[in-house]
Antibody, heavy 121, light 107 residues
């Protein structure tokens, strides 16, 4: 089955760190750029970060640049997001999302169910 | 960053209505625009890409169009399953940006 499954969310104090993972299955993971998109409670969608299919190129929203690091392990079909210096405004459901086509097309045809991150003391 | 201004924020409609949602880009994005549908507690679903290309499996009552920096999503005859929130997304360049969303409610 073609799917993405996020894990690693939870409650963390401001200034803390958390690492999210996304396990991919059912498609050739190493052929597609991957992304993280988040959604604060009751709010709209915000793109967070992207990584090229080989992992050599990474991109970040200004709101997370310098604090978050995206990475991937193509041998394990896994995408990760290391989140440091977390703030209350980082509270959101974090979705893993796959580019629709090879070549970093930058729109998404497959999404995970999401994992909730709550930053609070 | 490219700003995407979506309107209206809420739309009340009845089954069978023709509905139109608009998204305006702050600068040229060519036709690099996608539309998604999201239902409560669920991940977004891709409907349209490259402004007017229908994603596989999406009903033909959904269509997209473009004129300059203004983009439109139209549902020709609203069905019960279509009550949801819709988002546009530009993918002309990183940083990718979404519109603020349009909630389509039952009148």
């Amino acid at each position: 089955e073609v799917q993405l499954l996020e894990s690693g969310g939870g409650l963390v104090q401001p200034g803390g760190s958390l690492r999210l993972s996304c396990a991919a299955s059912g498609f050739i993971f190493s052929s597609y750029a991957m992304n993280w998109v988040r959604q604060a409670p009751g709010k709209g969608l915000e793109w967070v970060s992207a990584i090229s299919n080989g992992g050599g190129s990474t991109y970040y929203a200004d709101s997370v640049k310098g604090r978050f690091t995206i990475s991937r392990d193509n041998s394990k079909n896994t995408l990760s997001l290391q989140m440091n210096s977390l703030r209350a405004e980082d509270t959101a459901v974090y979705y893993c999302a796959k580019d629709r086509e090879m070549g970093a097309t930058k729109y998404f045809d497959l999404w995970g169910r999401g994992t909730l991150v709550i930053v609070s003391s | 960053d490219i700003q995407m201004t979506q309107s209206p924020s809420t739309l009340s409609a009845s089954v069978g209505d023709r509905v139109t949602i608009t998204c305006r880009a702050s600068q040229s994005i060519n036709r690099w625009l996608a539309w998604y549908q999201q239902k409560p507690g669920k991940a977004p679903k891709l409907l349209i890409y490259k402004a007017s290309s229908l994603e596989n499996g999406v009903p033909s009552r959904f269509s997209g169009s473009a004129s300059g920096t203004e983009f439109t999503l139209t549902v020709s005859s609203l069905q019960p399953d279509d009550f949801a929130t819709y988002y546009c997304q530009q993918y002309n360049s990183y940083s990718l940006t979404f519109g603020q969303g349009t909630k389509v409610e039952i009148k």
